[in-house]
Nanobody
Framework: QVQLVESGGGLVQAGGSLRLSCAAS????????MGWYRQAPGKQRELVADISSGGTTDYAESVKGRFTISRDDNAKSTVYLQMNSLKPEDTAVYYC?????????WGQGTQVTVSS
């Protein structure tokens, strides 16, 4: 099993920045890729960014150039999401995701609210 704990959400004004962190515990060695998803009220959960074990990244078009995903180089069990130039439409609950050979795991979510 893998457990994921997110931190770093909060309230920020448009144009501001936030950094989300997600720490994995348990069978960390089983983890392949990790990523961030978000879900706004009334909308489906969507991929924001992910990063493979080899460091390959992928971003939603809406966040390219503003968000950066990174992974702890040592343990590769902590993933970060640096969010710059935040917009009100970035408001959502952000979820950490991990894919391993044991299955797919989710964190409990952290609220990000961007005021205009």
């Amino acid at each position: 099993q893998v457990q994921l704990v997110e931190s770093g959400g909060g309230l920020v004004q448009a144009g501001g920045s936030l950094r989300l962190s997600c720490a994995a515990s348990g069978r960390r060695s089983s983890i392949n890729s990790m990523g961030w998803y978000r879900q706004a009220p009334g909308k489906q959960r969507e991929l924001v960014a992910d990063i493979s074990s080899g460091g390959t990244t992928d971003y939603a078009e809406s966040v390219k150039g503003r968000f950066t995903i990174s992974r702890d180089d040592n343990a590769k069990s902590t993933v970060y999401l640096q969010m710059n130039s935040l917009k009100p439409e970035d408001t959502a609950v952000y979820y950490c995701n991990a894919n391993s050979f044991l299955g797919e795991y989710w964190g409990q979510g952290t609220q990000v609210t961007v005021s205009s």
